[in-house]
Each structure stands twice: as structure tokens, then as C-alpha cells.
């Protein structure tokens, strides 16, 4: 229900948002004459979301208003898992933190789970080496929150929707964009926040 | 001796990544790009020079007709420098143009291709050759290789699309919420050990937008730029960019005016 009326309230703010935002109509139309193959059903890749539109408008740096009235937004969108124990398998969430498979054209239908390909852009155990640097080291996590409890919380808000603790992040929303489930991101939770975890004990 | 370091290259290119690897990679690389300097025709992309030298002067498609007519905006035939100055805004078309979406109207209005049937599959699968469009683009490029990016772009149409470019490239989209400036507007940054240009600021912009097209070691053939819009695109997890779309030569115009000044040096060698 709260997805539902998220999903309400941005499509009656679509319009105005987008008008303010010069040259987006001509950017609109361009990338819906440039991608003639997308199914119907891909439409929601093409325009971007409310807060995609804000962000791209003010380059991903919101005023403190669109920052907050984002922040709100995007927390709505979190599910939590009905339990609210956030923390699964660190093994699982290894894997999927090593797999950039899912949701390009060439992926369908589906061969496997979605990945989150957290190793593109984090440093996370320190057997893997190859990891990129576009967001910030995520080596020792868990430990430098002392495992904390909110924190573990946190965790699960930041993956599942990284706007709701930083409006305009470059972070794909995992949850509420659908590319991880709730289970996936318990997993990759569970990487980052368990003390048994490689990311935590330094393996 | 040639291939066996392109082999080698492409060896260390497809083994599982680790820094010490990478490095070597990088280092066999380089030790290629250096063998380049020395003897320039040793690029296997200059063999779809030769290959898009030979098509534009060869009669095809309905009407049975060569490129030599096309006009690259220095008029007709003249494909000398042709390249430096595009994208540009051409007056029969009434429309900004990149080299591939030009080389493509003159492929339907000179030969009598159908440019509609030609975008459906327009770029090469792994290790297949560029195709022909690709080819002969590879060929205009290097006939203006050393020389410096100049499009004028300073037309009005030129102008909205290069704005149009820079909007597309900051725009987040798809369900990764990626934009072009997710992974280029800031400097020395990588994903997994793969470095990424800042191609937000002209300084590196300059240096890597004149490689295209280029040889890729990876994939063993010659990509061109509007196959690699396709191929970020679809890393964005975005359907099929047209080639030809205002999308796709506004993206590309912006890169060019990021370039202006930076030397042309297609074909280029990548990863």
C-alpha cells in the first residue's frame, strides 16, 4: 500500500517537476525516439522517476528542501522484512556482491538472480582485490559501527534505498528499484554487519 | 611477432582480474601502444581502414552507386579533415550529424540502402568485424588523424544539440539510476580495476574522445562511437540507442566539444 501511494503521489508530480526543469521535454522526446526497440513495459527506464528527474535536474546536488522532500519520499519506499531481522547469509551476500548480472537487454529472460555488483564500486573483503572506487571503502563495516544494532538497520535502509540517507546519491536504489529482493539484501547485510564476515575479519 | 603480442595482450585481457594481473595487462598494453608509435600500420584497425577505404570507392546497394559523392560538410568527396569537424549541422538534411549517421543518409540517398533496415543491427558481435558503415567511418577518421578536433558547433541547431548532449549525459534513468555521469565527472576513479575518463571535464575528455573508433583488444574488433553509446547504454541497463537517434549524435556532439582542441588518433588501440 505505501509502494501504491508512493507510486500515486509521483505520478501527480511527474508533470510539474518536469516542466520546470529546462530543455527536459526535448530530452524526453529524444530518448523516446532513440530507443524504438524498448517493450512497452520498459516505458519506466526511459523517464526516470520523480526523484531521478530532481536529481539529474540539480546534477545530484539538491537544495536542502528537494533534498528533504526526497529523503522523505524514498524512505516510504522501503519494505522491511516482516520479521525485521535485517541480517542473512554473509556467504550469499558475497556472491551477489561479486555478480553485475541482470536487467540489460541480452539478460532476458532471466539465467540467474539479479547481482548487486557491490565489488564495481566498493572495497569490501580484502581477499578481493579488484574493486572499484566510485563509492567509498566498506572495508571493516561492520566492525567500525561496533555491530551496532541501528546500525544493522541502517544497513538494510542504505542498500535497499541509498536516497533516504543521502537525497541524489549515485548508489542504485536496490530495493525499491527491484534489482535485489528482500532476502538478497539481508544477504548483503549480512556481508557488511556480521562479525563473521571476510569484510569484518580482515580475510 | 605482431600477433603474438596482441595475443598475449588479449590473454592477460580475458584472465581473471587481480591488480597484479591488471597491471600486466596494462603493462603488455602499453608495450603494444608503444609499438604502435613506432610502426603505426601494426593497429589490426587499420586493416577497416583499408577495408572502409575500399568500400567507399566500391558501387552497392539498389542504385549500384560509391560513396565518392557524399558529402562530409567539405563537400563532396572530400573526406581529407572531413572528420575534425564533425558533428555539424548539414543543410540537406536539416539536421546535426555525426560521421555514422552521415555516412548512413549517404548510404540511402546515394546508394539506395534502407537506412531503417541497416540500424537494426548495426554494430558487430563479439569478435565479428565492424561492419561496413563502421568500416568506412574508421576510414574517414583516420584520413584526419593528427589533426585537432574542431566542429564549429556553433549553429543553432549545432548549439541546441550539443545542450541536448549534456543534459542526456547527466540524466539518470533505467533502474540503476545511472547516467553518463555516474561513472565520468570525476577524475581517477574505476570500476572494478578498469579506469574511467572524466569526460565531464575537457582536460581528459581531449585525450581519450580522438581514440574512437578504435581496435579493442577485448572484443578482437573495431568499435566505433556510436557503438560505444550502445554499449554504455546497455551497460545502464537501457534498451538499444538507435543509431542515427538525435539521442545518439547529441551525446556524441557533446563529447566532441569536450574534445575540441585534443588530437585525433583513430584508430585508436583499447583494452
Request: aromatic share 8%; proline share 7%.
Amino acid at each position: 500500500m505505501r509502494i501504491l501511494s508512493t507510486l500515486f503521489v509521483l505520478a501527480l508530480s511527474v508533470v510539474p517537476a518536469a516542466a520546470q526543469q529546462p530543455g527536459s521535454a526535448a530530452a524526453d522526446a529524444a530518448i523516446k525516439a532513440g530507443f524504438p526497440t524498448a517493450p512497452a513495459d520498459w516505458a519506466p527506464r526511459l523517464t526516470g522517476d520523480d526523484t531521478m528527474q530532481q536529481c539529474s535536474a540539480a546534477r545530484n546536488s539538491p537544495s536542502k528542501e528537494v533534498a528533504e522532500a526526497i529523503r522523505k519520499r524514498e524512505l516510504a519506499s522501503i519494505v522491511y522484512p516482516p520479521d525485521n531481522s535485517f541480517v542473512g547469509d554473509w556467504k550469499k551476500g558475497e556472491a551477489l556482491a561479486q555478480s553485475g548480472y541482470g536487467l540489460r537487454f541480452t539478460d532476458y529472460p532471466p539465467r540467474q538472480a539479479n547481482g548487486g555488483n557491490c565489488y564495481a564500486c566498493h572495497q569490501l573483503t580484502k581477499k578481493e582485490v579488484s574493486y572499484g572506487t566510485l563509492g567509498p571503502s566498506l572495508s571493516e563495516y561492520g566492525k567500525l559501527r561496533e555491530f551496532k544494532p541501528e546500525a544493522v538497520k541502517a544497513t538494510y535502509e542504505k542498500i535497499y534505498n541509498s536516497h533516504a540517507a543521502f537525497p541524489c546519491s549515485t548508489m542504485p536504489r536496490f530495493g525499491t528499484n527491484k534489482v535485489l529482493t528482500i532476502e538478497q539484501i539481508k544477504d548483503a547485510v549480512a556481508l557488511l554487519m556480521s562479525p563473521e564476515s571476510p569484510v569484518n575479519t580482515g580475510q | 611477432m605482431r600477433f603474438l603480442i596482441l595475443l598475449v595482450a588479449a590473454a592477460l585481457a580475458l584472465a581473471p582480474r587481480a591488480v597484479a594481473q591488471d597491471a600486466e595487462t596494462e603493462k603488455a598494453i602499453e608495450k603494444y601502444r608503444a609499438m604502435l608509435k613506432e610502426d603505426p600500420w601494426s593497429n589490426p584497425g587499420f586493416l577497416d581502414v583499408d577495408r572502409g577505404e575500399a568500400l567507399w570507392t566500391t558501387a552497392a546497394g539498389p542504385k549500384k552507386a560509391t560513396m565518392e559523392q557524399c558529402d562530409l560538410g567539405k563537400g563532396p568527396g572530400k573526406v581529407e579533415g572531413a572528420f575534425a569537424e564533425l558533428p555539424r549541422y548539414f543543410t540537406d538534411a536539416d539536421r546535426v550529424m555525426d560521421v555514422e549517421t552521415r555516412l548512413l543518409w549517404c548510404m540511402e540517398k546515394l546508394q539506395g540502402i534502407n537506412a531503417a533496415d541497416y540500424v537494426k543491427r548495426p554494430h558487430p558481435g563479439g569478435g565479428q568485424p565492424v561492419k561496413d558503415l563502421g568500416a568506412m567511418a574508421t576510414y574517414v577518421a583516420a584520413k584526419s588523424a593528427g589533426q585537432k578536433f574542431a566542429a564549429p558547433l556553433g549553429h543553432a541547431k549545432e548549439k541546441e544539440t550539443v545542450a541536448l548532449g549534456e543534459t542526456l549525459f547527466n540524466r539518470r534513468s533505467g533502474p540503476m539510476d545511472f547516467a553518463c555521469a555516474t561513472c565520468h565527472a570525476n577524475s581517477g576513479l574505476r570500476i572494478r580495476l578498469q579506469g574511467l575518463p572524466y569526460l565531464a571535464e575537457k582536460k581528459e575528455a581531449s585525450k581519450v574522445i580522438g581514440e574512437w573508433p578504435a581496435y579493442r583488444v577485448s572484443t578482437t574488433h573495431v568499435m566505433t562511437m556510436q557503438h560505444r553509446m550502445f554499449d554504455c547504454f546497455w551497460q545502464m541497463r537501457m534498451p538499444e540507442l538507435q543509431l542515427g537517434s538525435d539521442a545518439s549524435v547529441a551525446l556524441i556532439a557533446f563529447l566532441a566539444q569536450q574534445a575540441a582542441g585534443g588530437e585525433i588518433a583513430a584508430p585508436g588501440l583499447k583494452r
